[in-house]
């Protein structure tokens, strides 16, 4: 049982290029999320997913686009990387959307570094 | 709109001393109450969490009280180890809110021997 996995560990774009983060689970987690994690701000939430086929923004979404496929997997695209996207990104996995008691634990990945020239 | 405010770091301490952690929040409802650990160059990690008022999550010798008159859910420990060395993060899930949560800037604590 892996967990989450996110690929790569670190990436160094520029200006304008596009890239995939991908981000992968193995707990069949219904929820799904990617949130950027800046100094001084926390983590503030991307895009997110509550089951396959299904996707919603969170509170930054702006240059980024994602897709659910497969449970298992959820992607998150840079179309035109800018360096206000510098940044570490990390994904989030968990049983349910609806926050049943016990279900609601989020389980986050080992997070991609990106650095935007 | 909803927000955590937690204090600002780093916060420095001896081995074994003493560790309190100031969290309030600002939220519609009720929310759950979380507090997130990051070791270096690691993920996030749940460390505890309390889903209703005058809760206590308790977890590796941390604690932290959910309480709603006050909305704060202070994280303490009575006796830090150099290996609690990380960034903490205080978060909030609201009520219907699904499982999107609101977290806070985080805390730098340092154990020293």
């Known amino acids: 049982n892996a967990g989450v996995t996110q690929t790569p560990k670190f990436q160094v774009l520029k200006t304008g290029q596009s890239m995939t983060l991908q981000c992968a689970q193995d707990?069949?987690?219904?929820?799904m999320s990617w949130y950027r994690q800046d100094p001084g701000m926390g983590l503030r939430l991307i895009h997110y997913?509550?089951?396959?086929?299904?996707?919603d923004q969170g509170e930054v979404p702006n240059g980024y686009n994602v897709s659910r496929s497969t449970t298992e997997d959820f992607p998150l695209r840079l179309l035109s990387a800018a360096p206000s996207q510098t940044s570490v990104y990390f994904c989030?996995?968990?049983?349910?959307?609806?926050?049943?008691?016990?279900?609601?634990?989020?389980?986050f990945g080992p997070g991609t570094r990106l650095l935007v020239l | 709109g909803d927000s955590v405010t937690q204090m600002e770091g780093p916060v420095t301490l001896s081995e074994e001393a003493f560790l309190t952690i100031n969290c309030t929040y600002t939220?519609?409802?009720?929310?759950?109450l979380f507090w997130y650990v990051q070791y270096p160059g690691e993920g996030l990690q749940l460390l505890l969490k309390?889903?209703?008022?005058?809760d206590k999550g308790s977890n590796k010798g941390f604690e932290a009280t959910y309480r709603k008159e006050t909305t704060s859910f202070h994280l303490e420990k009575g006796s830090v180890q150099v290996s609690d060395s990380a960034v903490y993060f205080c978060?909030?899930?609201?009520?219907?809110?699904?499982?999107?949560?609101?977290f806070g800037t985080g805390t730098q604590l340092k154990v020293e021997l």
């Open positions: 989030a996995s968990s049983y349910s959307f609806g926050g049943r008691s016990g279900q609601e634990t989020q389980y």
């Open positions: 707990m069949n987690h219904e929820y």
């Open positions: 997913s509550v089951g396959a086929g299904i996707t």
């Open positions: 939220a519609t409802g009720y929310p759950s």
């Open positions: 309390a889903t209703k008022a005058d």
């Open positions: 978060a909030l899930r609201l009520t219907g809110g699904g499982n999107k949560l609101t």
